[in-house]
């Protein structure tokens, strides 16, 4: 018979769609009797479906840069003057974070200014809204770039296939911040926008050589969302950017970034991250998947590498709000003939719903938004939300 294995939500998978391993005939009762408590909770998996629609075509939250250090998870000493796009350190979840002093800022001039990052901004928001009523591919390629431009086409094909109508419309006027430099990463900027009882959504634009491209995504649909830190902002009203390995924090950006993934990786609860849906419950999740999928005799395999840079701006209390982005696989092979595992949400309808007998895996863009502390503080890092997008799915 056909078995169902847990595969983690996008941004599209409805509560109810909850999944979990059956494997014939006694599996089914081991199934529901230990993991009943999994039911009542979604680890990674908020009330957000649909979200993508609409914030794809309003405007959102765009932060950059980084601070603090922790040699520790890098392997390599820190800070260091050039960023690194390596995969997660190995290192074991929970190492103590190294405290250093923080960098002097320079006042150097922004790129752009408020006025001109508003104009920026509407017009791309315009644009986003007619290419997602459309669910126009190629204008998202004008609009978006990376991770970014590859998980809002992957929602186009996840959509067309699940037969969706394309929903589009603006959110309330963001804010924006506008940062100057202090390390070599001006060129973009931020817009925060939170319409109550919907979702409180984030956005970073990025300057490239074809043009403004928006290049980061997050969302928060929790009510109310846990609030974001204050973005310090100097006389004129511009915020610092800080590069990902600026020291002064806790941990710098790049480093916090690959602890993160590091724990979701090894499924490892690290405790210098708070609790929320996308640490403790995530890692929660990845746990009794894999422990439901051992009694199916399947094996799980995670990998969670980084894609793109750490963006971070200062926040008022001398810490820093990061953005940084992510590609998960999930592969689940069989290690012995007898139950078959079937994915659902966004997974199964690129896979059309087909139950397998061997592997199947499924491939993630996420991107995450979180608030790493000053150096010193007794405070732990807070993951304050994240878009997740099905890629690509497979089995065999």
Same mark, same amino acid.
């Given at each position: 018979?056909?078995?169902?294995?847990?595969?983690?939500?996008?941004?599209?998978?409805?509560?109810?769609?909850?999944?979990?391993?059956?494997?014939?005939?006694?599996?089914?009762?081991?199934?529901?009797?230990?993991?009943?408590?999994?039911?009542?909770?979604?680890?990674?998996?908020?009330?957000?479906?649909?979200?993508?629609?609409?914030?794809?075509?309003?405007?959102?939250?765009?932060?950059?840069?980084?601070?603090?250090?922790?040699?520790?998870?890098?392997?390599?000493?820190?800070?260091?003057?050039?960023?690194?796009?390596?995969?997660?350190?190995?290192?074991?979840?929970?190492?103590?974070?190294?405290?250093?002093?923080?960098?002097?800022?320079?006042?150097?001039?922004? !790129?752009?200014?408020?006025?001109?990052?508003?104009?920026?901004?509407?017009?791309?928001?315009?644009?986003?809204?007619?290419?997602?009523?459309?669910?126009?591919?190629?204008?998202?390629?004008?609009?978006?770039?990376?991770?970014?431009?590859?998980?809002?086409?992957?929602?186009?094909?996840?959509?067309?296939?699940?037969?969706?109508?394309?929903?589009?419309?603006?959110?309330?006027?963001?804010?924006?911040?506008?940062?100057?430099?202090?390390?070599?990463?001006?060129?973009?900027?931020?817009?925060?926008?939170?319409?109550?009882?919907?979702?409180?959504?984030?956005?970073?634009?990025?300057?490239?050589?074809?043009?403004?491209?928006?290049?980061?995504?997050?969302?928060?649909?929790?009510?109310?969302?846990?609030?974001?830190?204050?973005?310090?902002?100097?006389?004129?009203?511009?915020?610092?950017?800080?590069?990902?390995?600026?020291?002064?924090?806790?941990?710098?950006?790049?480093?916090?970034?690959?602890?993160?993934?590091?724990?979701?990786?090894?499924?490892?609860?690290?405790?210098?991250?708070?609790?929320?849906?996308?640490?403790?419950?995530?890692?929660?999740?990845?746990?009794?998947?894999?422990? !439901?999928?051992?009694?199916?005799?399947? !094996?799980?395999?995670?990998?969670?590498?980084?894609?793109?840079?750490?963006?971070?701006?200062?926040?008022?209390?001398?810490?820093?709000?990061?953005?940084?982005?992510? !590609?998960?696989?999930?592969?689940?092979?069989?290690?012995?003939?007898?139950?078959?595992?079937?994915?659902?949400?966004?997974?199964?309808?690129?896979?059309?719903?087909?139950?397998?007998?061997?592997?199947?895996?499924?491939?993630?863009?996420?991107?995450?938004?979180?608030?790493?502390?000053?150096?010193?503080?007794?405070?732990?890092?807070?993951?304050?939300?994240?878009?997740?997008?099905?890629?690509?799915?497979?089995?065999?």
């Amino acid at each position: 018979m056909p078995q169902n294995a847990s595969d983690p939500p996008d941004k599209a998978v409805r509560l109810s769609e909850h999944t979990g391993t059956r494997a014939g005939r006694g599996f089914q009762d081991d199934f529901h009797d230990g993991f009943r408590d999994d039911e009542r909770w979604e680890p990674e998996r908020l009330p957000t479906s649909g979200w993508r629609k609409v914030v794809l075509s309003g405007a959102a939250l765009a932060v950059a840069g980084g601070v603090g250090t922790w040699a520790a998870v890098s392997g390599s000493s820190e800070p260091v003057t050039a960023p690194a796009r390596s995969a997660p350190s190995a290192a074991p979840a929970g190492t103590p974070w190294q405290t250093v002093v923080p960098p002097s800022a320079e006042s150097q001039p922004s !790129r752009i200014t408020v006025e001109e990052a508003r104009r920026i901004h509407d017009r791309y928001a315009r644009d986003l809204s007619i290419a997602q009523a459309k669910r126009d591919a190629r204008a998202m390629g004008e609009l978006e770039q990376g991770l970014a431009l590859e998980m809002s086409r992957a929602s186009f094909e996840t959509a067309r296939m699940r037969g969706e109508k394309p929903v589009s419309g603006l959110w309330p006027e963001p804010e924006l911040l506008v940062p100057r430099d202090a390390g070599g990463t001006t060129g973009w900027f931020a817009a925060v926008s939170h319409q109550k009882g919907v979702a409180r959504i984030s956005e970073v634009l990025t300057a490239t050589p074809d043009g403004w491209r928006a290049t980061a995504f997050t969302t928060d649909t929790r009510t109310p969302p846990e609030p974001l830190p204050g973005v310090a902002t100097d006389s004129g009203g511009y915020a610092t950017s800080l590069p990902e390995n600026a020291s002064g924090l806790l941990a710098t950006p790049r480093q916090v970034a690959r602890a993160h993934l590091a724990s979701l990786e090894s499924a490892t609860p690290d405790p210098r991250f708070a609790d929320g849906p996308w640490t403790d419950r995530a890692v929660r999740f990845w746990q009794q998947e894999r422990a !439901r999928l051992e009694r199916a005799g399947w !094996r799980l395999t995670l990998s969670f590498r980084p894609e793109g840079p750490v963006r971070s701006l200062m926040t008022d209390d001398g810490g820093a709000l990061i953005w940084y982005g992510a !590609r998960s696989t999930d592969l689940r092979q069989a290690r012995r003939a007898g139950a078959k595992v079937a994915l659902k949400g966004s997974a199964a309808v690129r896979t059309d719903g087909e139950a397998f007998a061997r592997t199947a895996s499924a491939t993630y863009g996420r991107i995450y938004v979180a608030h790493v502390p000053p150096a010193g503080s007794s405070e732990r890092v807070r993951v304050l939300g994240e878009w997740s997008e099905v890629l690509e799915s497979h089995g065999t």
